[in-house]
């Protein structure tokens, strides 16, 4: 049963553009939503997260968008730049449980 | 130190063996998460402590997976009779408590042959 899906496996973008990811949930116990990035050989390294309180987060170029309604977020990155390149894993979580959850990931390439 | 550390950074072992992996969470850290990454797959939860007690070890896949943790601090994984399928990258995330973002380790390739 995957509670946090990410139906896309990757993304191609052009440097200077967005790049926009996506996730779905399925459990609407989740209360707190993270992105997470990483490059081959690292773990994973916190980028921006969204409490279920807010339907927007801003930090520089990365923004999440929240959708409870729908159970979706987002992550927008303006402009991209090559060294965004990197597999994007979004994550969830019930805040009075601690798990977090993590989707499968999305490979994105940003090509100058 | 300054990040969560995970030692050792690589270990190879033979099948049947067992293998202990270690994590150093970011000081004053209360919760600590186990993942693992296999080959092109997802980050797969294994077990997660807040403080020394593990409220949720529903991701261990066998009996052969035991973790614990001690002083609230340092948490040691052990995988007993390793198997080729537990070959993965194990990777330990740690946060300052249950809410916010947790922050990994560079994670343990595992290989067993």
Same mark, same amino acid.
């Given at each position: ?7 896309? +496996? ?7 553009? !967005?790049?926009?990811? #996506?996730? $779905?949930?399925?459990?609407?116990? /989740? ?12 773990? +994973? ?7 279920? !309180?807010?339907?927007? #987060?801003? $930090?520089?170029?990365?923004?999440? /968008? ?12 303006? +402009? ?33 | ?6 030692s050792p950074s690589n ?41 020394n007690s593990a409220p ?54 595992l290989t067993v042959v």
């Amino acid at each position: 049963d995957q509670q946090v899906k990410q139906n896309s +496996p990757s993304l191609s973008v052009q440097e200077g553009r !967005i790049s926009i990811l #996506n996730c $779905d949930y399925t459990n609407s116990m /989740f209360d707190y939503f993270l992105w997470y990035k990483k490059y081959p050989a690292e773990g +994973p390294t916190f980028l921006i997260s969204i409490s279920s !309180i807010k339907d927007k #987060n801003e $930090d520089g170029r990365f923004t999440v /968008f929240l959708n409870k309604s729908a159970k979706h977020l987002s992550l927008h990155i303006v +402009p991209s730049q090559p060294g965004d390149s990197a597999v994007y894993f979004c994550a969830a979580k019930e805040t009075s449980y601690g798990k977090l959850t993590f989707g499968q990931g999305t490979i994105l390439t940003v090509h100058p | 130190g300054a990040g969560v550390s995970q030692s050792p950074s690589n270990k190879v072992t033979e099948k049947g063996k067992d293998v202990e992996l270690r994590c150093d969470p970011i000081s004053g850290h209360t919760a600590l998460y186990w993942y693992r990454q296999s080959l092109g797959q997802g980050l797969e939860f294994l077990i997660y402590f807040q403080g020394n007690s593990a409220p949720d070890k529903s991701g261990l896949p066998s009996d052969r997976f035991s973790a614990e943790r001690t002083g609230g601090s340092v948490s040691t994984l052990t995988i007993q009779r390793t198997q080729q399928e537990d070959s993965a990258v194990y990777l330990c995330a740690s946060s300052l408590v249950s809410t916010g973002g947790a922050f990994f380790g560079q994670g343990t390739r595992l290989t067993v042959v």
